[in-house]
């Protein structure tokens, strides 16, 4: 059975997502920008927190984490290559490592580039990867701490999961990503079809996130890049956009 997912609006472009097993009531959340959307979302839904699952160290994805550890008692998950710049972990974690939530394996990628320790999570039953400000809808993160070489291979490991797989990345960038995307590949028209749906979808006030893979393949310059020097041009072009 698949996992319920719901995404939650946090700050001004912030992501986080809860994911949710009705059977056994257990419920994990992506990323907590800040507790409260997090808290009012779970008392809507009736939920109860089980686990936090950090992506990586920057303040805008772990700010809320302290405060949501507090009011649920929640079990928390991140890197151990960056458990001196997280939350304390009750559970860190490396490359091939997993977790269950609700009966389903949650995998663990490492995916380095916009940080050193930033990690994805994976779950194959549900469709989902969560990979926060590493592979974003339309785009990829900057590279604050890691190489082009670590990004390019980051981003491999994440066009490899199934096409019919849900990106759930860590911010509302997509207009503003797909704006340099179509700058450098002008002539797309799945990019311009996108560009035109990302446009109404966000004139409603919802949420271009998350985004299928097979879409990211055909409209993400940053996967059709095809070699490490066309990828660490893109990067820099995006950096001056």
């Known amino acids: 059975m698949t996992l319920d997912l719901v995404t939650i609006p946090c700050r001004t472009d912030n992501y986080a997502f809860l994911i949710h097993d009705a059977a056994s009531g257990e419920t994990g959340v992506v990323d907590v920008p800040d507790s409260a959307p997090v808290l009012a979302m779970l008392d809507a839904k009736g ?30 998950f991140g890197a151990r290559a960056d458990a001196n710049r997280l939350p304390p972990l009750d559970v860190a974690l490396a490359e091939g490592d ?3 939530i609700g009966g389903e394996t949650v995998q663990v990628l490492e995916v380095p580039g916009h940080t050193i320790g930033h990690i994805a999570f994976h779950l194959p039953a549900s469709g989902y990867a969560f990979t926060a400000d590493s592979l974003m809808a339309g785009g ?11 990004m390019w291979s980051s981003l491999a490991k994440l066009a490899a999961l199934p096409p019919g797989t849900l990106i759930c990345s860590g911010h509302e960038y997509t207009a503003s990503n797909l704006r340099f995307a179509a700058s450098v590949d002008p002539d797309n028209p799945d990019l311009h079809k996108r560009i035109a749906d990302t446009a109404q979808a966000r004139a409603r006030n919802l949420a271009t996130v998350p985004s299928l893979l097979s879409l990211e393949r ?15 041009d893109l990067r820099a072009r995006k950096d001056r956009f």
């Not at 939920?47 to 929640?74: C, P």
């Not at 990829?140 to 670590?150: K, V, W």
């Open 140 to 150: 990829c993160g900057r590279l604050f701490e890691g190489t082009p070489a670590q």
């Open 218 to 232: 055909a409209t993400n310059p940053f996967l059709r890049a095809g070699t490490l020097a066309d990828f660490t």
């Open 98 to 100: 997993s977790l269950v």
């Open 47 to 76: 939920w109860r927190l089980t686990h936090v699952l950090i992506t990586h160290h920057h303040d805008d994805h772990i700010a809320g984490v302290e405060a949501l550890r507090g009011a649920t008692g929640a079990r928390v």
